[in-house]
């Protein structure tokens, strides 16, 4: 079976201090892992994505993440937060049984910036 | 990115009557598209999917008659929720996978409040 655990629900940072945000995942197959972002009124929107290639996968916005098969975590980080990242963040796997096509969500962190 | 949108952005319906929701991709073919539904602070729950021109896989525990799914071309696909109820109340959110990624684009999902 897979899952995702976001330790999580919610993050609060200071504008300009680091974000992290934490994703644990357990599948039986090796997995493509994934961060989304969710604006309110929008769709969600790739962050990242890692498919066995390096393990530190670069993304948008300046957000990265790590792929840690030891410690079967996918944390997201970003240096330096600013007010347009406050979003629900979600972490997501899709096992290769599933031909990559099931995306299978955690249940999301709510980032809040605060100037 | 490809663009995914949904129609309408926010629909209002009396119990017992049934409202069509709409999902286009508009600058790339779709070839699997899936719906999800996302209760208030959940994460996203996958209902269904469809390939263009078959009949819907439906996830365990949602009601194939009562969620009437059309994959009819490759830009469009529409969620009929027959005989709404209060339970119904959801954000429902599509999105498309292409033919050569892994990846999906999701729609800006569409909120239905049955009263």
């Known amino acids: 079976a897979q899952s995702v655990t976001q330790l999580d629900s919610h993050v609060s940072v200071s504008e300009g201090t680091p974000v992290l945000l934490r994703c644990n995942y357990s599948?039986?197959?090796?997995?493509?892992l994934f961060w989304y972002v969710q604006h309110p009124n929008k769709g969600l929107q790739l962050l990242l994505k890692y498919t066995s290639a390096a393990t530190l996968v670069k993304g948008i916005n300046g957000f990265e993440a790590e792929f840690k098969k030891s410690e079967t975590s996918f944390h997201l980080t970003k240096p330096s937060a600013h007010m347009s990242d406050a979003a629900e963040y979600f972490c997501v796997v899709s096992p290769m049984n599933t031909g990559f096509q099931k995306l299978v969500f955690g249940t999301g962190t709510r980032l809040l910036v605060s100037p | 990115g490809a663009v995914v949108s949904q129609h309408p952005s926010r629909v209002i319906c009396k119990s017992g009557t049934s409202v069509k929701i709409e999902c286009r991709s508009l600058d790339f073919q779709a070839t699997t598209m899936f719906w999800y539904r996302q209760f208030p602070k959940q994460s996203l729950m996958l209902m269904a999917t469809?390939?263009?021109?078959?009949?819907?896989?439906?996830e365990q525990g949602v009601e194939k008659d009562k969620f009437l799914i059309n994959h009819a071309s490759l830009t469009l696909s529409t969620l009929t929720v027959t005989s709404a109820h209060p339970e119904d109340s959801s954000f429902y959110i599509c999105?498309?996978?292409?033919?050569?990624?892994?990846?999906?684009?999701f729609g800006p999902g569409t909120r239905l409040t049955v009263l």
């Open positions: 469809s390939n263009e021109g078959s009949k819907a896989t439906y």
């Open positions: 599948s039986s197959y090796s997995p493509s």
């Open positions: 999105s498309y996978k292409g033919r050569a990624t892994n990846e999906q684009f």
